[in-house]
């Protein structure tokens, strides 16, 4: 009994010790996925946030398949994700937007140093749209198909090695 007591402190400690190691070396998943996903778009009916290009509506989400991409001004990794962003508008993807607890004029600033490539941009200033998509942050894409279903969402920026991957999903959401 005595042998027990004596070598207790040092199992314990190499059971703990264990359970830390365990989680360093494999750190849980803390990303936070939409439950939207395989679900009709929300609800959306946004004002435009700038003149001369439209708001977002979900009624704008049937016929093809496009990218909804949740952004703001003030967002850098929005900046990373701009240049391919404008890769894939010119490849034809249709893009939309909602921009984050913004102003228009930082938003045409944004535009006007990093590209345009939406299609309309939709004003969301207190993120009650965000919240409905489930979205979590910015930037966050969603693909929408053709009969306006949520079928992806891409959280973080866009880089230049999803893009193959994008183009692919848009393809078979047709």
């Known amino acids: ?3 027990v007591a004596v070598w207790a402190p040092l199992v314990l400690f190499a059971l703990v010790f264990a359970l830390v190691a365990g989680g360093l070396i494999k750190p849980a998943d803390r990303t936070i996925h939409s439950a939207m996903v395989g679900k009709p778009l929300p609800s959306l009916a946004l004002k435009p946030l700038l003149p ?5 509506s979900s009624a704008d989400f049937a016929g093809k398949p496009r990218l909804l ?3 703001g001004s003030w967002c850098i990794p929005c900046i990373a994700e701009a240049p391919q962003l404008m890769k894939l508008k010119q490849a034809g993807v249709e893009i939309d937007a909602i921009a ?3 102003t228009p004029e930082a938003v045409q600033a944004f535009l006007a140093r990093n590209g345009d490539p939406y299609a ?3 004003d969301d200033p207190t993120g009650k749209a965000q919240i409905a998509l489930g979205s979590s942050g910015v930037p966050e894409t969603f693909l929408i198909d053709g009969k306006g279903k949520i079928v992806e969402q891409h959280i973080g920026d866009i880089r230049a090695d999803d893009i193959p991957g994008i183009m692919r999903k848009l393809e078979a959401a047709k």
């Open 1 to 3: 009994m005595r042998r």
């Open 52 to 56: 001369g290009k439209p708001g977002v």
């Open 69 to 71: 991409n949740v952004f």
């Open 100 to 102: 984050i607890r913004d």
């Open 120 to 122: 309309r941009i939709g």
